[in-house]
């Protein structure tokens, strides 16, 4: 069964630091485009970054940009996102998601069950 896990949320204050890790299981991520999203109470889903299959290029909503850092090990079948100088609203639950296809444009067909990542003032 195709299952993504992340980890690595949790409680931090203003100006810290998380590297959240979403792991595959079932299937491997070498042809899948793995984006992040996140999803802050009251508020909608937004995609925070994405990286291509090959890792060679990455997005970043323009809130983050400078701060966090996508990457991925596809040997290791796992994706991280390196969340430095983290601010109270970057508080949501941050899912990860895949996508088959090699860019970042892809429909994410398959979605972690989220960590929540809670940053106090």
């Known amino acids: 069964q195709l299952q993504l896990v992340e980890s690595g949320g949790g409680l931090v204050q203003s100006g810290g630091s998380l590297r959240l890790s979403c792991a595959a299981s079932?299937?491997?991520?070498?042809?899948?485009?793995i984006g992040w999203f996140r999803q802050a109470p009251g508020k909608e889903r937004e995609g925070v970054s994405c990286?291509?299959?090959?890792?060679?290029?990455?997005n970043y909503v323009g809130s983050v940009k400078g701060r966090f850092t996508i990457s991925r090990d596809n040997a290791k079948s796992t994706v991280y996102l390196q969340m430095n100088s983290l601010k109270p609203e970057d508080t949501a639950v941050y899912y990860c998601?895949?996508?088959?296809?090699?860019?970042?444009?892809?429909?994410?067909?398959?979605w972690g069950q989220g960590t929540q990542v809670t940053v106090s003032s």
């Open positions: 990286i291509s299959s090959s890792g060679g290029s990455t």
């Open positions: 998601a895949a996508g088959y296809g090699s860019s970042c444009h892809v429909a994410y067909d398959y």
């Open positions: 079932g299937f491997t991520l070498d042809y899948y485009a």
